[in-house]
């Protein structure tokens, strides 16, 4: 009996050795091709790269940014309405059941059919021309499930003496939410957002 425990204890340790070892080789591998990539990009950097000019990356990275905040304007509104409306006014039943696999359908979409539904939707059928709105409205749809799940899960994981006493003050349930709640689950919208 004793000398199996001895074993075992022994195993334990070269197995444990070895996962080191192996797992030591892999964050060697992984340093290395970091290093690798960063001292050759650095070799072979001029400012010219990062210009507004033609050959530059300037604009195209003021156009991400910008498609990005227009995406922002239309998703966090619709999104933050949406989650505050899953966790405080539905009521759980079919349509609320239907609503979350909708919205889990939403979340799992890839993002190549959702540009080419953007495509098809606000380009082709509204005959317009490319446009950084048509993109930032295709993008939107992509987070509009994210910050919705945010909002609800925040509200939701919030003490319900915040809603309980609020109320028992006298305040409506809207003035509960944008007053109390809201500024409370505020933290975690954000970093959702």
Known sequence: ?????????????????????????????????ALYVIINGFKDFSWSLISFEGSGIGNLFFNTIYLVFLSLLVSVPLGVAAGIYMAEYAKQGKFTKFLRMCIETMSSLPSIVVGLFGYLVFIVMTGSQWNLFSGALAVSILSIPLIMTVTEDAFKSLPQGYKRGSLAMGATLWQTIYKVLLPACLPRIMTGV
């Open 1 to 33: 009996m004793n000398d199996s425990i001895a074993r075992a204890k022994f195993i334990d340790k070269l197995m444990t050795a070895v996962f080191y070892c192996v797992a030591g080789f892999f964050i060697l591998l992984l340093v290395a091709f």
